[in-house]
Each structure stands twice: as structure tokens, then as C-alpha cells.
């Protein structure tokens, strides 16, 4: 059995300590595509602040079901920020959403590898590349750019764009605030293993 994450450094808001505001939130987004947002670890500490909490909901939202790209390069886009970022949770998670939304757990290991990987097709190389140049320079090179646009339109390059941002800041506040993964999403990294911490 997987050992737990270390206590939160900003635990999850509790019952008792909700406001009006924190209740309303809660009441928006347990329904839907966020159904059990009241359970979820991450809103749970986002829910500290529920106007943001709120608004980050809206824009994760479009990202994970309003995204203009195929599903299989969104997943990698957030599979591979995950991974250079060494965010535990969102990488745990995103194995479990990409399973979700009938991806092979055989692309798990190559994300790890990187863009030379030959498991990927030629496009998905770049993909993975543009996504390291994001994170590590906040640009994308000119030959990654040209390639992309070879496939893709402005509104999937923006999409690309704002989800590798997204989730690489999201990467910074959940290491930052230690969110705890349930015992799924720590058996699931245990299965498929995990970045180091």
C-alpha cells in the first residue's frame, strides 16, 4: 500500500469553517463535470478563497472539456508540464484522467522521457517539446512554433498556450501548499510511478 503525502502545509478548509461565500462555491461546483468538488483535496484548499477559487473553476473548466485541441495532446500537454514541474498531485490525477478519457497507460513512461521518445508520432514529439519550452523558457522556439502551425489554428495554439501556463502555475501552488492525494491517486502513482518530489 502507497505511503501518504505529508500533511498539507495549507490544510484543506473544513465544515466548520465555511462562509456564505465558501458554501456557494461549493454548491456551484459539486454538480457537473466537477461532480465531489466538496471531497477534492485541491478545491478543498483552493476553497480558502472562494471568489478565486470561483473563477480558476470557470478556466479549468474550458481547459478540460472546452479545449479546441484533441484530447490526446491536451493530456500529454499536461501530463509532460506535470512531470517537469514535479508536481505529484496533478501528475497522479491527470493518470487517472487520461484513463478517464480512454488513453493508454503505455504513454505514461514515454511522457516521462520526453520529446526523442519514439512511442509518440512525429507531431505529438513536438508537442511534448514545445511543452518543455514553455516551462522552462516561457517560449515557444521557432521550429516548434512553425511545426504546431502546421496542424493546428490560433485558437488551438492559444489553447495549447494557456493550458501549459495554467498548469505549470497551478503546479506551483499545489507543491507549495502540499495537497494530499487520496489513497486512488496514490496507488495509481505507486502503479505508474511518479516525479521526485
Request: net charge negative.
Amino acid at each position: 500500500m502507497a505511503q501518504p503525502d505529508p500533511p498539507a502545509r495549507m490544510p484543506q478548509v473544513q465544515p466548520e469553517e465555511f462562509t456564505d461565500e465558501t458554501r456557494d462555491f461549493f454548491a456551484r461546483w459539486t454538480g457537473g463535470f466537477l461532480g465531489g468538488a466538496e471531497s477534492n483535496p485541491v478545491l478543498k484548499t483552493f476553497a480558502h478563497h472562494p471568489k478565486l477559487a470561483d473563477v480558476f473553476s470557470q478556466f479549468n473548466i474550458h481547459l478540460l472539456l472546452d479545449n479546441t485541441l484533441p484530447v490526446k495532446q491536451r493530456q500529454i500537454a499536461i501530463m509532460r508540464t506535470a512531470w517537469l514541474t514535479k508536481a505529484l498531485y496533478m501528475w497522479s490525477s491527470h493518470l487517472n484522467t487520461s484513463m478517464n478519457c480512454g488513453l493508454s497507460p503505455e504513454m505514461f513512461d514515454p511522457i516521462k522521457v520526453g520529446a526523442d521518445d519514439p512511442w509518440f508520432s512525429p507531431f505529438e514529439q513536438t508537442v511534448m517539446r514545445a511543452t518543455d519550452e514553455l516551462v522552462t523558457d516561457r517560449k515557444i522556439g521557432e521550429a516548434s512554433w512553425d511545426a504546431l502551425m502546421q496542424e493546428w489554428d490560433n485558437q488551438q495554439m492559444l489553447d495549447f498556450m494557456f493550458t501549459v501556463g495554467c498548469y505549470a502555475a497551478v503546479a506551483g501552488v499545489m507543491r507549495s501548499t502540499g495537497a494530499e492525494r487520496d489513497p486512488d491517486l496514490l496507488d495509481l502513482a505507486e502503479k505508474y510511478g511518479a516525479p521526485e518530489a
